[in-house]
């Protein structure tokens, strides 16, 4: 194989990778998006959020170590202990269950009829709010996250594939991160899931129920204010799982709620309405965008990674704004 | 005290009819200053149609509202299976098992027909999402249960050809059949029709009649429906009740009722002279 052939192979089987990650975090948008028509911007802060009280509860932080410092002298920081991986993780999802819960009790169900403009703002408040409480929980330092997935290049696949270059001296086979790798495997096992769930159990058929209509879903016995709590709870969920990939990858900071937006030309791309698009959408822009820079980047000076996914977005808005695999709108007149 | 009759009696044409299943009481609803129902009060006997009839803006939806807990009247009570029921949710009356259908259609739009009418199965549904996880054993036979007498109601309401068809693209008719599957799926103990027949042609008007007929026939289901079709309701029910400006002014057997003076002013206007 041609040696341009081959790295652009490699850039694009990395863009998979990179895709997956914003898939991910898309996820999440498009679930409470169906179940409730909420757009919710806090989707990112709440990845952020899932990832910082990990790190918190496995380093036996105190929560609000600050504050109490600050408010009685003291100089508290650790309980001095270690919480093992999967008891965090556990521990992690029952305060995000809490906190879908406490989202739908003190802001949603006051909001109930409104403009899903004002339900949009509504989030961006939350967003805020979470960034800030998360900060005042947790300290705003950076932490690294070390849940024991593998990290670093795969030997295997290096060694496996050398062959493909035929003798090529500069080609040392492919070079994926294993704990990318390892994201794709989670997210694939991730949809898959929440497909099964939304199609196959009775809480998956109320929630798509509830996103179609509520005056009908009410009337056949569901509950709107127990699937809100639980699709808030599955996307807090999700948020778990995309903080945990990006935490482990890139540390927990506060620049990780600012992935959340290049979920937004994710779910252009893909619809807003569906899970498969979601993943999709993800790798078409996390593909798009490394082979773009890989080929065009460097005549026009490089940095097209931080414009490439918006610019086409944009370019869908106008062809196809249902994005792949949304509902086509049509009107009934 | 709960004045309930507890005897079942057999009418005219040999339909026998259950003792009270519903019982209003003095209900008065208002918005703001409107009363949309004035100090109203009827019962509902298991296995017969009851209709609810009255010119427009009469209160009927209104009533229909009330059954259903989208609506909480302000004054009277709301007796079912013989206890006082307490303010409710909707959700929470649909549960006890009273289904309805609306006026202006509210399905799942997105979802297949089948799926649409097994939401109306989602009360039968008891096992843990854990075990519907695995699907074994209580879940599974559940399922496969719930399909079962899903799919005799879709093939009752002849539907069977668009079972997989998303609801969304249906015509008109059928949709208000497709309502009625998932109203009737959840074995209800009332079923509550809010103008069956509306903007109905003649042809799916006798189609839905019938329907009605078998549905009270075939699995005893009692009904309580609105319509100002006056010729219809005639036809199909056991027992009227008569509204009109939010106030009952007839209450009997359509023959009694279509003999009933006040009634007759309501539907054809009073000579003033």
Redesign the interface.
């Known amino acids: 194989m041609p040696e341009s052939l081959l790295y652009g192979t490699e850039v694009v089987l990395n863009g998979l990778m990179a895709g997956v990650l914003y898939a991910l975090v898309a996820l999440g948008f498009v679930l409470i998006y169906k179940a409730s028509g909420i757009f919710n911007y806090a989707q990112g802060v709440m990845a952020l959020f899932a990832a910082l009280t990990l790190v918190g509860i496995m380093e036996g932080q105190i929560p609000f170590a600050h504050l109490i410092n600050a408010m009685f002298g003291t100089e508290l920081h650790h309980f001095g202990w270690h919480v093992p991986a999967f008891l965090a993780i556990l521990l992690t999802m029952v305060v995000m269950v809490f906190l879908a819960w406490a989202v739908q009790k003190f802001v949603f169900r006051h909001l109930v009829n409104q403009e899903p403009i004002i339900l949009f703002m509504a989030t961006i408040g939350l967003a805020y709010f979470l960034e800030g409480f998360g900060d005042l929980m947790w300290g705003s330092d950076i932490k690294t996250l070390n849940v024991g997935l593998p990290q670093g290049g795969s030997f295997w696949i290096e060694e496996n594939t050398q062959w493909l270059g035929f003798g090529n001296e500069n080609f040392y086979g492919f070079f994926l991160d294993r704990l990318d790798i390892i994201a794709t495997f989670i997210a694939a096992i991730l949809v898959v899931v929440l497909v099964l769930f939304s199609q196959y159990t009775k809480q998956g058929r109320a929630m798509r129920a509830v996103a179609d209509d509520h005056q009908a879903a009410l009337s056949v016995g569901i509950s709107l204010n127990f699937i809100w709590v639980m699709v808030w709870s599955v996307a807090g969920f999700v948020a778990l799982v995309a903080g945990i990939m990006w935490g482990a990858k890139s540390g927990v900071q506060f620049s990780l709620s600012l992935i959340a937006l290049k979920a937004l030309p994710v779910l252009m791309l893909g619809g807003f309405t569906s899970i498969p698009g979601a993943i999709v959408g993800g790798l078409i822009i996390g593909v798009g965008e490394k082979l773009f820079e890989f080929s065009v980047g460097p005549y026009i000076g490089g940095a097209t990674e931080n414009w490439f996914a918006y610019v086409l977005a944009l370019i869908f808005l106008v062809f196809r704004p249902q994005g792949l695999f949304g509902e086509k709108i049509i009107e009934r007149v | 005290m709960n004045d309930m009759s507890q005897d079942s009696y057999v009418t005219e044409d040999g339909r026998t009819i259950g003792p009270t299943v519903m019982e209003m009481k003095n209900i008065t609803l208002r918005f703001g200053g409107v009363k949309a129902i004035t100090d109203i009060s009827f019962d509902i006997r298991e296995g017969e149609i009851r209709a609810i009839i009255g010119p427009n803006g009469a209160g009927k939806s209104s009533m229909l509202n009330v059954i259903?807990g989208?609506y909480v009247p302000q004054e009277g009570e709301v007796w079912y299976k013989g206890k006082k029921r307490p303010p409710m949710?909707?959700?929470?009356v649909?549960?006890q098992g009273i289904?309805?259908t609306?006026q202006n259609i509210?399905?799942?739009?997105?979802?297949s027909v089948l799926?649409n009418v097994?939401?109306?199965r989602?009360?039968q549904?008891q096992?843990g999402?854990f075990a519907?996880?695995i699907?074994k054993g209580k879940a599974e036979r559940e399922e496969v249960a719930n399909r079962e007498q899903v799919e005799k109601i879709i093939d009752f309401l002849e539907i069977q050809a668009i079972r997989k068809t998303p609801v969304g693209r249906l015509p008109y008719g059928l949709k208000k059949r497709v309502e009625l599957a998932?109203?009737l799926a959840?074995e209800p103990s009332i079923l509550l029709l809010d103008e069956p027949m509306a903007g109905m042609n003649v042809e799916e008007k006798e189609d839905m009649s019938r329907f009605i007929l078998d549905m009270n026939d075939e699995f005893g289901t009692t009904i309580a429906l609105i319509e100002h079709d006056m010729g219809v309701v005639m036809d199909l029910s056991d027992r009227v009740v008569v509204m009109d400006y939010g106030k009952k002014i007839g209450d009997g057997t359509p023959s009694e009722v279509r003999n009933n003076q006040a009634v007759i002013d309501a539907y054809l206007g009073v000579a003033h002279d």
Do not use: H, I, V
């Open positions: 259903s989208f949710k909707p959700y929470e649909a549960q289904a309805r609306f509210a399905l799942f739009e997105g979802m799926d097994m939401t109306g989602l009360r549904m096992s999402l519907q996880a699907w998932r109203a959840a």
